[in-house]
């Protein structure tokens, strides 16, 4: 009975991340792909008996099982350190009984890396970096003042610059390294499957103002020829990014109607059809790749399920 109820639960885990990134491949959204992805790295790491290369079809879950693994190494190694320092934190005096044992002792009393040194009414404190009268101790808050320091793990009196600790914000975490993990995964399935998926450069570009711009360069260009300067860098640079402006054009818009600032110049047209045709193309690939992938998933939930589980509603 307890190998039947693993058999359908460890599929089922396998089925919740195939179908998170089902939902989210109709549109390249990094936020999306992010939160897939993460959906995989808890799977990973709350049923580390789901096999994830069973979804071949999303290469980029490889390195997450192993950055899953590593970030609960992570945390498991941060609990031991903080029950560590909880027993430690329970074992300090307390600041009476601190100086009950200070003042008991000869000329000098060691503590937690501090020295105190017996004065004539009082203590005077060496730090940790061998600086000298750093604090003079003589009463029981004084005591629960150091005491304090030492539980915060906080330096009394001058530290040297070569002795001092990076601040924290240069400290990683494993939270930080589970969102790099997801974050990269990210970025190579966007690269992978949409290629040519808008960017804030390109989010900017409308059909108007590829046009326009192509326009104003190849009118720049017969200048030139009105000029004689046919075949000068000036000349060949206009040529050049008048065709730019057009083939983009032609390319991020080949559904829409070819531009009227485009329609009156031969090589104008030429460069928006180039642009159209190789825009078509890789959509057609990019769609072709999408179905493969859809399939890939598709074909591990009919697996997954078959064997007993279901999938999650």
């Not at 103002?209 to 326009?215: E, I, K, T, V």
């Not at 031969?266 to 859809?294: F, H, I, N, P």
Request: net charge negative; charged share 25%.
């Amino acid at each position: 009975m307890i190998e039947d109820t693993v058999a359908k639960v460890v599929p089922a885990g396998l089925v919740a991340v195939a179908t998170a990134f089902l939902a989210v491949l109709n549109e390249p959204d990094w936020g999306d792909l992010y939160s897939a992805f993460d959906h995989a790295f808890e799977t990973a790491l709350t049923a580390p008996d789901v096999d994830l290369s069973q979804l071949d079809a999303i290469p980029e879950l490889a390195p997450i099982h192993d950055a899953a693994q590593r970030y609960a190494t992570s945390k498991e190694a941060q609990r031991k350190a903080a029950g560590n320092h909880a027993i430690w934190l329970a074992s300090l005096p307390t600041a009476a009984e601190l100086m009950a044992e200070v003042n008991a002792s000869e000329g000098s009393y060691d503590f937690h890396g501090y020295t105190l040194w017996r004065e004539c009414d009082g203590w005077s404190l060496t730090n940790a970096y061998g600086v000298d009268n750093c604090a003079f101790l003589s009463r029981e808050g004084h005591f629960e003042w150091l005491l304090e320091s030492v539980r915060r793990g906080e330096d009394l009196g001058p530290v040297p610059p070569y002795c001092q600790d990076p601040d924290d914000d240069d400290r990683r975490s494993p939270e930080d390294d589970r969102f790099d993990a997801c974050d990269s995964a990210a970025l190579l399935m966007l690269e992978r499957l949409w290629p040519d998926s808008p960017t804030d450069d390109t989010a900017a570009e409308s059909l108007f103002s590829l046009a326009l711009n192509a326009r104003v360069e190849s009118a720049l260009m017969w200048l030139l020829v009105t000029a004689g300067d046919v075949g000068t860098e000036a000349f060949d640079r206009h040529r050049s990014d008048a065709w730019t402006f057009a083939e983009r054009a032609g390319y991020l818009f080949s559904g829409e109607p070819m531009p009227h600032l485009l329609q009156d110049d031969t090589e104008l047209q030429e460069a928006w059809t180039c642009g159209s045709e190789r825009g078509e193309t890789d959509r057609r690939t990019a769609r072709a790749k999408l179905d493969r992938v859809r399939r890939g998933l598709l074909t591990a939930i009919n697996d997954s399920t078959s064997s007993g589980s279901q999938p999650l509603q």
